[in-house]
């Protein structure tokens, strides 16, 4: 696995711990992991001697390789482990010429390459959890201390009714640990040894076959799968599709984020900083910068998923071309999955909220905002079909007169013959109407416990 993130842009757009999951030299020790748990097996199952798979474990460590004579002889073998394979027996042999004899005893390539994506996977997942955990935290904690903070809820990109900010900061908690459940089943269920030999059979192990599989997979600590799925590829399209949903439920957060921060809106803001979201010629600029990172995730996930998904359809027992399309694909969604993670973090653990600001913004349509509100506190005493038809008046009225909504109707008989001026006064409190909203609140955050 290589990834497509180069030395300059990889930071802006992934997190440190998936870089190091990703480097080159871990993914190229997870592939000699897999050769040196192999002869380990192997021996333990009286495949090959036990000196030599200590002789092989030995020389299997990525700093004792050439990356770059690999990747230049793997243009020419078709994928990496070729390449590596030879220059593992080379190695081994330096020290054991018998034990080379016993380097990828039954394996085949895609064995390798396979097995190590899993190992990879699973290093990544762990990543992505922690920092999950961390998002779900700070937007819990939010949730909490904002439960009570009217925020115009917006539909449309327009203004609809007063809601908790609370609650808006809850759904973001739980959608994230939904996707915690989702990294958790796929670590648990999805991730699986890969070992079939040339055509999925072992049958180049004969009878121990299935012995030296069970073992091999006990060593590397990973699921035996009921067979070889060398190309059934639903495994690595499942953790395709689970990294473009976590960075599309970043994206959804950070759009929002980015809308807050807008000078006309004013809401809520990314931490600030030295440095920070500042522009390169305008002084007074504070961009959004973690939110552009998340969104930046957002976009290119899809296409890579995409990518991988397409990858699915293979031919027969082992594949030539959708296979490799995997290879830098797969990596580079975990990176910008990361990243896009990493951004949100950022956001939920100093995101700061002006709450006068949402109050002021509350009221910039003069009332319209609880037009709604009005109109079914009136339902009940006329229908609703009048009581629409009265109010919708009522509200062109007030824009066209550039009055409040509410002394519009303080000043309409058809109205104050219904609902009297201390009702109206009560209409018109924003965290009067929020419905269901603190036992949504309630219900998100105790699902974090799920």
Not at 45 to 52: D, F, H, M, Q, T
Not at 157 to 185: I, T, V
Not at 257 to 264: E, F, P, R, V, Y
């Amino acid at each position: 696995m290589s990834t497509s993130l180069s030395p300059l842009l990889a930071p802006m757009l992934s997190g440190a711990a998936m870089r190091a999951v990703c480097d080159d030299v871990t993914c190229l020790q997870n592939m000699l992991d897999f050769e040196a748990a192999l002869a380990r097996a192997e021996a333990a199952s009286g495949v090959i001697p036990e000196r030599a798979a200590v002789a092989i474990a030995a020389a299997c460590s990525a700093e004792s390789f050439d990356l770059a004579a690999l990747a230049d002889a793997a243009t020419r073998s078709g994928n990496l482990a070729i390449p590596l394979v030879k220059a593992l027996t080379a190695n081994v042999a330096r020290a054991d010429p018998e034990a080379a004899r016993y380097v990828h005893w039954g394996a085949t390539s895609q064995d390798v390459i396979d097995t190590a994506v899993m190992l990879t996977l699973r290093a990544g997942v762990d990543a992505l959890l922690a920092d999950i955990d961390r998002a779900v935290a700070g937007f819990a904690r939010l949730a909490r201390q904002h439960r009570n903070t009217a925020v115009v809820a917006r539909t449309w990109l327009q203004h609809a009714l007063p809601m908790p900010f609370g609650l808006k900061l809850a759904e973001y908690a739980a959608a994230l640990h939904r996707s915690r459940r989702r990294l958790e089943r796929l670590r648990s269920e999805t991730l699986a040894l890969q070992f079939g030999g040339a055509a999925g059979t072992l049958a180049a192990l004969g009878d121990n076959g299935m012995l030296v599989a069970e073992k091999l997979a006990e060593v590397l600590k990973l699921p035996l799968p009921d067979a070889p799925w060398h190309t059934h590829r639903d495994r690595i399209a499942d953790a395709a599709s689970v990294f473009a949903i976590i960075s599309g439920t970043c994206g959804k957060i950070a759009r929002d984020i980015q809308l807050m921060m807008q000078t006309d809106v004013a809401e809520a803001f990314e931490p600030s900083g030295e440095g920070r979201g500042g522009s390169s010629t305008m002084p007074h600029k504070r961009n959004p910068v973690a939110a552009a990172s998340a969104l930046a995730a957002a976009t290119m996930a899809p296409n890579l998923a995409a990518t991988i998904f397409a990858a699915q359809v293979q031919d027969h027992e082992r594949s030539g071309g959708p296979w490799h399309a995997e290879w830098p694909s797969l990596p580079t969604l975990m990176l910008v999955t990361s990243g896009g993670l990493a951004a949100i973090v950022d956001i939920a653990e100093g995101l700061e909220v002006d709450a006068a600001r949402m109050a002021a913004n509350l009221d910039a349509t003069q009332g319209l905002i609880m037009a709604e509100a009005v109109t079914m506190a009136l339902a009940e005493k006329i229908g609703k079909s009048d009581a629409h038809h009265l109010i919708e008046a009522a509200s062109k009225k007030a824009v066209a007169e550039k009055k409040h909504l509410r002394d519009v109707l303080s000043a309409d008989p058809a109205i104050t013959a219904h609902l009297d001026a201390g009702k109206l006064a009560k209409l018109f409190e924003p965290m009067a109407y929020q419905g269901a909203s603190q036992a949504l609140i309630d219900r998100l955050l105790a699902s974090l416990d799920q």
